[in-house]
């Protein structure tokens, strides 16, 4: 009988000395609710004798009124940075010291101190081509590392259309599995450049010029696809803090016909 699949989360996430380093990448529709998300589940964390998460959150985008209602901002924050406004709230809100970068994180990224890595990397981008860029920057980062104790691990990128979109996690690099009799465990689950690199560039030519208005962004993505997928991707990120073993390592999400379909590890 074959063995069912699993990847074993790195042992460090579940029993750490300090607080779990998290990037942020993107702090629009899905950006800001995953935020909140994360706050929840630091709270929730501490709570249950975790360290908790430090999370550093990057977008150099500034509030619009086009965004107002559709993503988490107020009209007191319009012109502010969207990675300040959401920050500040979270830390006032949790009592966090959580950071705001109002830069992009790619290949001219300066580094925060030495924050410039994170343990886990979660990205909500709205283009094919910063995907491809985050991966590159992870793939390089994972060589210079090795086994390097403070080495980045994990990768959760988020992606969305009108209704329906995904949720993927991946190593980055291999993680070390315990041997078991039970489980066939994994340790190298692929980027989502990888495994649908030809998916992501078919939907390359997708429309992601601002929107000037609420109407004109709902026409292009749906009011509830960005919480949906955060709040989902969120339960597998706490899954892995509190289970410590993964069965699934993402999904697909169809909205409109409310059908979520499990990513198996493989």
Sequence with gaps: MALTAVHIIEKTLLQPYNPVSVHLIGAGGTGS???TALGRMNQALIGLGHPGLMVRCFDDDKVERANLGRQLFTTAELG???SVALINRINRF???NWKAETEKFDKNYSGGGGDQWATITISCVDTVSARFEIGEILNTVS???GNSRNRPLYWMDFGNSKDSGQVV??????????ASEKFRAVETLPFVTEEFKDLLIASENSDHTPSCSLAEA????????NSALANLGASLLWQMFREGILYNRGFFLNLKDFRTQPLKVA
């Design 94 to 96: 949790f009592g966090t």
């Design 169 to 178: 996690l991946a190593t980055i690099g291999k993680i070390s599995q315990p």
């Design 143 to 145: 060589k210079q590392f």
């Design 218 to 225: 709902l026409a292009k993505q749906d009011l509830f696809i």
């Design 80 to 82: 502010l940075h969207k």
């Design 33 to 35: 609710q995953m935020l």
